[in-house]
């Protein structure tokens, strides 16, 4: 399974983004599809995640109710809408997804696979 990310980029504070994430391969198991980010000097945490069949989403408490995940009908992909940006959110952003059905994932070593990240920049 291959994950390709994209639509980051620089934006000013109060902005918006949107973030894609489409797998292609071997998806016929991939049940839940999840964001994180990485700041710099900072590890790795989760941001946001959406099980697949009962689209139930989760998210970091630092990011509800300005950020949506969405699944991307028809095609195993998830989209991450960023509104209200502030210079916090400034980090690479990850996709993942994980086989099997499991739900509010939010370790990094709980997923399968990882796209190659995309860098968001949210100027004050």
């Known amino acids: 399974v291959q994950l390709q990310a994209s639509g980051g980029g620089l934006v000013q504070a109060g902005g918006s983004l949107r973030l894609s994430c489409a797998a292609s391969?071997?998806?016929?198991?991939?049940?839940?599809m999840s964001w994180f980010r990485q700041a710099p000097g900072k590890e790795r945490v989760f941001v946001a995640g959406?099980?697949?069949?009962?689209?139930?989403?989760n998210y970091t408490d630092s990011v509800k109710g300005r950020f949506t995940i969405s699944r991307d009908n028809g095609k195993i992909a998830v989209i991450l809408q960023m509104n209200s940006l502030k210079p916090e959110d400034t980090a690479v952003y990850y996709c993942?997804?994980?086989?099997?059905?499991?739900?509010?994932?939010?370790?990094?070593?709980?997923?399968?696979?990882w796209g190659q990240g995309t860098q968001v920049t949210v100027s004050s």
């Open positions: 993942a997804a994980v086989n099997g059905q499991y739900e509010n994932l939010t370790r990094g070593d709980e997923y399968d696979y």
């Open positions: 391969g071997p998806t016929r198991r991939i049940y839940t």
């Open positions: 959406i099980n697949w069949s009962a689209r139930r989403t």
